[in-house]
């Protein structure tokens, strides 16, 4: 499986993901939205775009699929319950769904509701573990929950299913939000190391050339996934002074996206 990153570099930081077959030459665009760069970057690697994949239904992650089909004639996948929402899906998908690419790629759906109620993530069923995770997971953070989603469902998401991919596995989220979100890491847990080990190597980085981690690494620095922590349950009480003395998982992930909702 052969990943391309491509980096927008417009405001809302979105990145644009290539997935291609080695042996064809076939890929998948992942929310193609600088359409552009995604087919110049096919172009110049020798790929042909034959679907797109939709994380979800918002426009930063939808808004370039026009262009890319009329380019290249790509067949649009999407949730199938965003699907009414998405202009032009040919195929809808759910939970356990595969998405084939040329001859070796193979890419399961996940049915991971939180940041909208009809999200996908994708994970590797190739060699290479790896999760491309829209707009749910974000290097040391979780998307929001205020334009069609839930906080309470996103915990679920994290806790049933993210939490339990392999630790290896690489993690591809919708947009940079790194820096942001590491410092978000330190105000809820001062005395994250692993969070203040990396803070200084993604100050003012070039989103383009940007670390990938691991899920194994974000469980280390990423607070949404550190809810048993006692420095972020301690942290947690100085803003929310009735909190239990041994508050339930649920109700820490819930204030915590509270919290970085206006952070």
């Known amino acids: 499986m052969l990943v391309e990153r491509i980096w927008t570099g417009n405001a809302l930081?979105?990145?644009?993901?290539?997935?291609?077959?080695?042996?064809?030459?076939?890929?998948?665009?992942?929310?193609?939205?600088?359409?552009?760069?995604?087919?110049?970057?096919?172009?110049?690697?020798?790929?042909?775009?034959?679907?797109?994949?939709?994380?979800?239904?918002?426009?930063?992650?939808?808004?370039?699929?026009?262009?890319?089909?009329?380019?290249?004639?790509?067949?649009?996948?999407?949730?199938?319950?965003?699907?009414?929402?998405?202009?032009?899906?040919?195929?809808?998908?759910?939970?356990?769904d595969v998405i084939k690419v040329g001859k070796r790629v193979e890419l399961e759906c996940m049915d991971t509701p939180g940041h909208t109620m009809c999200h996908i993530c994708l994970?590797?069923?190739?060699?290479?573990?790896?999760?491309?995770?829209?707009?749910?997971?974000?290097?040391?953070?979780?998307?929001n929950c205020y334009r069609g989603g839930d906080p309470e469902v996103m915990y679920a998401t994290?806790?049933?299913?993210?939490?339990?991919?392999?630790?290896?596995?690489?993690v591809y989220p919708g947009h940079d939000y790194i820096e942001s979100n590491l410092n978000f890491t330190l105000d809820r847990e001062p005395g994250n190391a692993a969070a203040k080990a990396l803070l200084p190597k993604v100050k003012d980085h070039d989103p383009a050339t940007s670390i990938i981690t691991t899920l194994r690494e974000e469980k280390q620095f990423n607070t949404f996934f550190r809810l048993t922590s006692p420095g972020v349950i301690e942290k947690l009480r100085e803003k929310f002074p009735d909190l239990p003395e041994h508050p339930d998982t649920r109700t820490v992930f819930v204030k915590l996206r509270e919290l970085r909702n206006t952070w």
């Open 13 to 96: 930081r979105n990145f644009n993901y290539l997935i291609a077959c080695p042996d064809t030459g076939e890929a998948l665009a992942i929310d193609p939205l600088d359409h552009a760069q995604c087919l110049a970057t096919a172009k110049a690697r020798g790929w042909n775009i034959t679907q797109i994949l939709n994380t979800h239904e918002h426009n930063d992650h939808i808004g370039g699929n026009a262009a890319v089909v009329e380019a290249t004639g790509a067949k649009i996948i999407a949730h199938h319950g965003a699907a009414s929402k998405i202009p032009g899906v040919d195929r809808a998908v759910g939970a356990g």
């Open 123 to 143: 994970k590797s069923r190739t060699d290479m573990k790896a999760l491309f995770s829209g707009d749910t997971l974000f290097n040391a953070g979780a998307g």
């Open 158 to 170: 994290f806790v049933d299913q993210l939490a339990k991919l392999p630790e290896d596995t690489q």
